[in-house]
T-cell receptor, first 108, second 115 residues
Framework: QKEVEQNSGPLSVPEGAIASLNCTYSDRGSQSFFWYRQYSGKSPELIMSIYSNGDKEDGRFTAQLNKASQYVSLLIRDSQPSDSATYLCSSAGNMLTFGGGTRLMVKP | GAVVSQHPSRVICKSGTSVKIECRSLDFQATTMFWYRQFPKQSLMLMATSNEGSKATYEQGVEKDKFLINHASLTLSTLTVTSAHPEDSSFYIC???????????FGPGTRLTVT
């Protein structure tokens, strides 16, 4: 079993909709979680970090963490075509463990 | 956020030659650097982890004699692909983190093509 699991997608949403990306992790000791965005042909870019249960909002992005259920999610409101990318979920221990990524497609 | 650079961004080399890729943390001290490889439409694959001043730790299946990693300072790590072959053609990405940090910051990547 992979330590961080994500649905590979693609997840297709219309422009303006809310995109919901989900991730589960197996290591109950993980304390820090990150979402990276990777455009095709580019390296990952850190977009959100979350350390405690609940929601964390930053602009159109909201990260949600539920340690009891061991899942992390990323909501993107008012999705734009420029949000089309692969989103990587990761949990941090001594090093980051990445999920395989979810490909998001926002259609105009 | 912290800035990590990589050089070169693209390199084409002939089969059998060696290629060195540099990874630098520009505005923080990177006690740990990571090297990843990514083939088209596939996930990031961690190749090795290096701590400043010590030998790199390689992931299973990664040949340490082929992929030489040096992390001689707190701002620079290098990856040398020795005797490169066409199957080594890939996107190589480094990342770095500072002491006590959990976040990793990625360099822009180096696209290697071996002909």
């Amino acid at each position: 079993q992979k330590e961080v699991e994500q649905n590979s997608g693609p997840l297709s949403v219309p422009e303006g909709a809310i995109a919901s990306l989900n991730c589960t992790y197996s290591d109950r000791g993980s304390q820090s979680f990150f979402w990276y965005r990777q455009y095709s042909g580019k390296s990952p870019e850190l977009i959100m970090s979350i350390y405690s249960n609940g929601d964390k909002e930053d602009g159109r992005f909201t990260a949600q963490l539920n340690k009891a259920s061991q899942y992390v999610s990323l909501l993107i409101r008012d999705s734009q075509p420029s949000d089309s990318a692969t989103y990587l979920c990761s949990s941090a221990g001594n090093m980051l463990t990445f999920g395989g990524g979810t490909r998001l497609m926002v259609k105009p | 956020g912290a800035v990590v650079s990589q050089h070169p961004s693209r390199v084409i080399c002939k089969s059998g030659t060696s290629v060195k890729i540099e990874c630098r943390s520009l505005d923080f001290q990177a006690t740990t650097m990571f090297w990843y490889r990514q083939f088209p439409k596939q996930s990031l694959m961690l190749m090795a982890t290096s701590n400043e001043g010590s030998k790199a730790t390689y992931e299973q299946g990664v040949e340490k004699d082929k992929f030489l990693i040096n992390h001689a300072s707190l701002t620079l790590s290098t990856l040398t692909v020795t005797s490169a072959h066409p199957e080594d053609s890939s996107f190589y990405i480094c990342s770095a983190k500072g002491t006590g940090d959990y976040e990793q910051y990625f360099g822009p990547g180096t696209r290697l093509t071996v002909t």
